[in-house]
């Protein structure tokens, strides 16, 4: 039971219906996981909803109560799901051959659940996504028809489902690298955009557009530039909407979201960053394809940046050598080795040398991220936060995109990688207890 909390929120009461948009190795191990919370078949590591304590009033008063119980989070139970994907698989079938989770273990036992997940036809176009050749596709003239079929979808499963509030989550393939540009700057535009079929609005968007127009908070789990347009933050802002996501950056940019800050604090010099990856799942398969790449490249080379600030640290960050490549392996699956090669200096320049070999589980460090964002997304749209939430991570945003938002927007613009940093919008929203 939640305790009551300084900010009017309304109650978390009823079902939640998470959408989500793929139903690939990131859903189909949420979902899995989830069910096996549920059944009490295992324990949901990694998710700071979850598992995550919140420290009240001085250290010496002992006071840490779990996050769901200060805050008024959606109980597991209630949570209902439904996806969209390209290709026909239920939540069984792509589960298995996703690979993730032990077929024995933890999907043979709930196969009857995960058979009643049939992804609903995507919104799907191959040209954003060139290594995916989908059958289960919706039809229609223009992308605004994409658009209002997916919002019909929206409504259908609410519906359908008995949920009382939804959210939307990308977890499917990386788009093509797309920049923001005029079709993007006004909601007028984007939709006179989708009725010309123009190349820049991107199935994402259509999601997004779906989902915002049905009042349901959208957050994008893959580096798509998606909701990091003008047309559809405005939307969000008016209609008091939570919106947020660059990619979930779980595994090596992680690493990296941790070790730059510790070399910045110490005032340590970084002089390379080298970081190579094996993949062999399907998003690795996708991510081979350049434009995929390039996409995923732009939005982890901007970590660094945004991290370690250059402009005012010249002489530590003024010319850092920053690579990364993600190569496609198929006999590793789902489990990727992240290699990264750090090189630092030290006083008065001496150099130093950092190795991480990090044998990560992708869709096991993603899918609490997931449920994480369902659950706080969920929150926010109950206490009425509307816009990105930078509370649900740190930011990626590079100085130089940050300055042309600004130039765009009138206001300091960031764009948010998804990771579970959520502690200040938690205190904020709970802070009558304290
Ligand atoms: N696994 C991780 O830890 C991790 C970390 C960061 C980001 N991501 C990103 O999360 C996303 C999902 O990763 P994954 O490992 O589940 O990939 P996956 O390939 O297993 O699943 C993605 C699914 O999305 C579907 N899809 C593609 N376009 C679609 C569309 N327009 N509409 C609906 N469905 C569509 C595909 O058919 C596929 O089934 C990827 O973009 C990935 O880069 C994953």
Known sequence: MAQQSGRDIAPATGKLGVMLVGLGAVSTTFIAGVENVRRGTGLPIGSLSQMGTIRLGKRTEKRSPKIKEFVSLAELQDLVFTAWDPIPDDAYAAAVKAGVLDRHEHLDPIKDFLRGIKPLPAAFDQHYVKRLHGTNVKTGKTKRDLAEQLRQDIRDFKRRSGADRLVMIWAASTEVFLTTGPAHQSLAAFERSMEQNDQAIAPSMLYAYAALMESVPF??????????????????????????????????????????????????????????????????????????????????????????????????????????????????????????????????????????????????LAAPIVLDLALFFDLAQRARLSGIQESTSASNTTRRRERRAVRSHGRRGRRYHLGPVVFPAVQALGRGRR
């Open 219 to 364: 957050a994008n789990g893959a580096p798509n530039l998606t909701v990091d347009i003008p047309a559809l933050q405005r939307l969000a802002e008016e209609r008091t909407l939570p919106i947020g996501g660059k990619d979930f950056k779980t595994g090596q940019t992680m690493m990296k979201t941790v070790l730059a800050p510790a070399f910045k604090a110490r005032m340590l010099g970084l002089a390379g960053w080298y970081s190579t990856n094996i993949l062999g799942n399907r998003d690795g398969e996708v991510l081979d394809d350049p434009e995929s790449f390039k996409t995923k490249e732009e939005s982890k080379l901007g970590v660094l940046e945004y991290i370690l600030q250059p402009d005012q640290y010249p002489e530590l960050y003024g010319n850092v050598f920053h690579k990364v490549r993600i190569n496609y392996y198929p006999p590793r699956g789902d489990n990727k080795e992240g290699w990264d090669n750090i090189d630092i200096f030290g006083w008065l320049g001496y150099p130093m040398q950092i190795k991480v070999d990090f044998l990560c589980r992708d869709s096991i």
